[in-house]
């Protein structure tokens, strides 16, 4: 028998040996621990450094920490537009020779802005082109891209957590050149960053570059926290939208859940799992193959420096009912907070998310990524080590206890977005052209 043929007989003899073990018990894994060193600049700066020989590469990320929600009144997209704005060039290097340099040494660069500089003004006006035409093609004209920032709207009342990190076309088309540069230099300082350097690395040499490179740049102003805090929702919230770029009835609902790193997330984690992970979740399965109305169902917890949001979505098909989309999801929902889940769906759930926190720690980006999630966004260091054990610990009494706590009616925003021809006759268009992508929030 060739040998190719005998190894595949043997692993699948293994996997059939190994798999009522992994039904019955979730996967005990612990990778290595990741051993941090923080080296504190007098500027402020934090430098956090792993060290991995494993591969010749290194992964350098400078992470700032703000985001659209420290973004004021009127101005939102600003993060998002300095994202755009990193790679224009600088007193030193000119436009595009950081991309230039990066890749003459084998590199690559990127830059992203998520919910938690000396520009010029031809710059700042191109860039702010850009980020406009980035919004008609990802939120104003495809189907169903302003559905998140119509939920958003309507589930948070007061946080900046409102508004997508996009920002709006109105408050991008205000913005000025001193608006930016305000911005940049309150937020874009040295005690308001932190350097995370991981791979193949002398840490002294690190330490010394950073000096030598970092230590000048100025301490800047004690940054402003003050985010306005979301209420606790007290009461259920319903809003309807109408729109010519939706072309099938949608049903969202969300619920307001803690921070990230708040000991229920875990829990909740595996509640979105059970509920939306593939084809054989429980939200898929009853609405897409069981009562076929739904051509897509899911959800997800968003967790986020500040209190976050759990989803149950559905994409029904044409000519179903919005109010019947909207009662299957709530059975589901209804169904994690009265029974418990089988031992074995709840192992599913687990080894899932456990695999995927493994496979995720792969690469020196990988690592580096956990490093700075960890001490920018939960400013808990301990959490990049014990993240994985914390989904080990979860139980079905669990699962069932913030499903109970978080999946409440007085919690609850039902969003229903519908195409324009399902507006009833009785109700009057938005003012503007026929189909010109205005939409009609309403709460009955």
């Known amino acids: 028998m060739p040998r190719s043929r005998t190894a595949r007989l043997i692993g699948m003899a293994l996997l059939m040996v190994a798999a009522p073990a992994l039904a019955a018990d979730a996967l005990k894994v612990t990778p290595p621990k990741l051993e941090v060193r923080e080296h504190k600049l007098a500027n402020g700066l934090d430098l956090l450094m792993y060290e991995d020989h494993s591969v010749p590469v290194a992964t350098v990320q400078l992470w700032y920490h703000v985001g659209s929600k420290d973004e004021k009144k009127g101005r939102s997209g600003f993060a998002h537009l300095f994202e755009h704005l990193m790679f224009k060039g600088s007193a030193h290097v000119g436009p595009e020779e950081h991309k ?95 350097l995370v350097v991981a791979g193949d690395l002398d840490p ?14 100025p301490k800047g102003r004690p940054i402003p926290r003050d985010i306005p805090k979301e209420p606790a929702q007290t009461a259920g919230r319903r809003a309807v939208d109408y729109h010519p770029n939706t072309p099938l009835p949608a049903v969202v609902i969300t619920c307001h859940i803690p921070q990230a790193g708040s000991p229920d997330t875990y829990a909740l984690q595996v509640a979105s799992n059970i509920l939306s992970a593939g084809e054989s979740s429980r939200l898929y399965k009853r609405m897409v193959y069981e009562k076929q109305m739904a051509v897509a169902a899911g959800g997800d917890a968003i967790l986020l420096e500040d209190p976050g949001v759990f ?31 089988a031992e074995e769906e709840l192992v599913k759930a687990k080894n899932q998310i456990i695999s995927g926190l493994v496979f995720g720690r792969q690469t020196g980006q990988d690592k580096a990524d956990a490093i700075g999630y960890a001490k920018v966004i939960l400013n808990d260091e301990s959490y990049v080590n014990r993240q994985l054990a914390e989904f080990q610990k979860v139980t079905a009494a669990d699962v069932q206890r913030v499903a109970r706590t978080y999946f409440t ?33 309403k709460n009955p």
């Open 409 to 441: 009616p007085e919690n609850r925003t039902v969003v229903y977005m519908l195409p324009e021809a399902m507006r009833p006759k009785t109700e009057g268009k938005p003012e503007g052209k026929p189909g010109a992508g205005q939409s009609e929030v």
């Open 204 to 217: 002294e040499a690190v330490i010394r570059w950073t000096e030598r490179y970092f230590g000048p740049i």
């Open 311 to 341: 989803f149950f979505f559905a994409i029904l098909q044409g000519g179903q009912k919005p109010e019947d989309g909207e009662k299957e999801l709530l059975a589901e929902a209804d169904r994690l907070r009265n029974e418990p889940v």
């Open 100 to 194: 230039n340099f990066i890749a003459s040494i084998g590199g690559r660069y990127n830059a992203t802005t998520d919910f938690d500089l000396n520009v010029s003004e031809e710059n700042f006006k191109s860039e702010r082109d850009v980020v406009k035409e980035e919004r008609r093609l990802r939120v104003d004209n495809p189907p169903f891209g302003r559905l998140f920032e119509v939920v958003l709207e309507k589930t948070f009342t007061t946080h900046p957590y409102k508004i997508e990190p996009i920002g709006s076309m109105a408050d991008l088309d205000a913005a000025t050149i001193q608006d930016v540069r305000d911005f940049h230099s309150l937020y874009y300082v040295p005690n308001n960053a932190t």
